[in-house]
């Protein structure tokens, strides 16, 4: 059997790796800005206040995926659905999106010191946490009324359209974060002192800044999304609406229960620490897990692309070889960035460096904490590669499944051993979780929606990056020159392995 014949078409092949590109180089470029964002960020709030900014923003997270409803799978399901037309599938799931997000803001607003009263921690006062509530509300529902324009970008081929707004989105909120927090002060230190005072008094803590920064990018990004916006009609066929809340409500909660996998240790840590450690050990874990974020951007991607594609090309004759092919690359790239990442350690720690009274640099203590991290990111990769075959069959239950035992196993972990030890526990049980959910996704997959995946060579690949890595990190403590030689090792043996589709690839 051909490489060809295995992924059908040239046409097809480039279709896909052209979308998947531009979404990658696009999310690179945005990911790599906000990432720049965390040595400022380290350095100039003071200690422990980058603890706050990503628990608040782990919240976030939990209620994003509640906004959205789970209608952006449930979009892309039902326009490749030949019974539905595509109009009726943007009206609909847009117009659920839009009526969650204004139940939300009318639930919540009014009830706003409540809501900041249960969600503190830390020493950050009751004041502090009531305006960051009413940004982040803000926050969630501009950014709601996004997901659906977005999607259908996506939906109508338009990659570039798609990554440039977000990309702008990025280049907005870093863009105001540098005025907030570097030119803005920069500005009142050489003016009268009544200015200094007056700042104070509009703005006294300057992580209010990163919200404030936030709110301007997401209202710009809706108002450039404005010409997809203005396609909605209130025009919603009662039968094609609740078939379509019928298929999504599954994938919220999948996708819910994947959110709190992926933000739950963050928001536990801040509740089950003492109150005199808490800021600073969430903001610990959390600077150390920005380094991770490399292998995110390649998964959130490969995401961009793949999830369109996989429902665009699933009546094709051969879809299943199609999406075994698109596995194997896919296992190949996460574990040479898995290598890669850790073996660089000794260069990436310096994006997190901050040092306290003390003069120690406080963030480098949980660099431990990013190899299983790592680990947990090329698992959660590989079951949203996995996860195809449930969306496809209508089969969304199973998502709910994989996904609630996930976070089940993610919360009462946490638990259990946070107050023992701490953001390394939460690390470890990400591991747990996201491997957990790959292992039920394969099984279950391969009962109900057999696809040929290459299961001893993929096995192969992900052993021998753990084995690198422990390598890597452990035995040789992160040396740079052996890490990297190692990760040298692994790319030339990939290349010799794959040498022959490689050819066939550069022939295309």
Not at 206 to 235: C, D, G, H, M, W
Not at 390 to 411: E, N
Request: overall charge positive.
């Amino acid at each position: 059997m051909t490489l060809i014949y295995k992924f059908e078409s040239l046409s097809t092949a480039k279709k896909f790796a052209g979308q998947t590109a531009i979404y990658g180089l696009s999310t690179i470029l945005s990911r790599t800005l906000t990432f720049l964002l965390t040595p400022l960020y380290v350095s100039i709030l003071p200690t422990g206040r980058f603890g706050i900014f990503t628990y608040m923003f782990s919240y976030a997270s939990v209620f994003n995926a509640v906004l959205s409803f789970g209608m952006e799978t449930t979009f892309f399901r039902y326009l490749n659905r030949e019974d539905i037309n595509k109009k009726e599938a943007y009206n609909n799931s847009f117009g659920a999106v839009i009526l969650v997000s204004l139940v939300f803001f009318v639930c919540t607003m009014p009830f706003l010191h409540a809501v900041a009263g249960l969600i503190q921690i830390g020493k950050t006062s009751y004041v502090d946490f009531i305006k960051f509530t009413r940004y982040v509300i803000i926050i969630l529902v501009l950014d709601a009324w996004c997901v659906i324009p977005y999607a259908k970008l996506r939906a109508d081929g338009k990659p570039g359209k798609f990554s440039l707004i977000k990309f702008l989105n990025i280049v907005i909120f870093v863009g105001f974060n540098l005025i907030f927090l570097v030119g803005f002060p920069l500005w009142i230190s050489n003016q009268w002192a009544g200015w200094q005072a007056i700042s104070k008094l509009i703005v006294p803590n300057k992580i209010e800044y990163i919200f404030i920064s936030n709110v301007i990018a997401s209202a710009i990004t809706l108002l450039l999304l404005l010409p997809q916006v203005l396609q909605l009609r209130a025009r919603f066929n009662l039968p094609v609406f609740k078939s379509m809340l019928m298929y999504s409500w599954p994938v919220l909660i999948a996708n819910l229960s994947f959110i709190v996998n992926e933000n739950f240790d963050k928001i536990i840590l801040g509740k089950l620490l003492p109150a005199n450690i808490s800021e600073l050990q969430v903001g610990i874990y959390g600077a150390c897990a920005k380094i991770a974020i490399f292998l995110s951007i390649f998964i959130n991607a490969f995401r961009l692309g793949a999830e369109p594609f996989f429902f665009s090309h699933a009546k094709n004759k051969n879809s299943g070889q199609t999406y075994a092919r698109i596995m194997d690359y896919f296992v190949i790239i996460v574990s040479l960035i898995f290598v890669a990442l850790v073996a660089n350690i000794e260069i990436l720690k310096y994006f997190v460096r901050a040092k306290d009274p003390g003069q120690r640099i406080i963030y480098w203590s949980g660099l431990q904490c990013i190899p299983p991290l790592l680990f947990g990111y090329v698992s959660l990769g590989i079951y949203m590669n996995l996860s195809v075959w449930y969306k496809l069959s209508d089969q969304t239950k199973y998502g709910l499944y994989i996904s609630g035992i996930g976070a089940i196993i993610t919360i009462i972990l946490n638990v259990i051993f946070i107050p023992k030890y701490s953001y390394m526990a939460s690390a470890y049980i990400s591991l747990i979780a996201y491997a957990s959910m790959m292992i039920m996704s394969y099984i279950w997959g391969q009962k109900n929606y057999p696809i040929p995946y290459n299961l001893k060579k993929n096995l192969a690949y992900i052993i021998s990056s753990l084995l690198l890595v422990y390598l890597s990190f452990y035995v040789f403590n992160r040396n740079l020159f052996i890490g990297n030689g190692l990760l040298l090792a692994f790319c030339l043996a990939a290349i010799y392995f794959e040498w022959k589709n490689l050819k066939a690839i550069f022939k295309f």
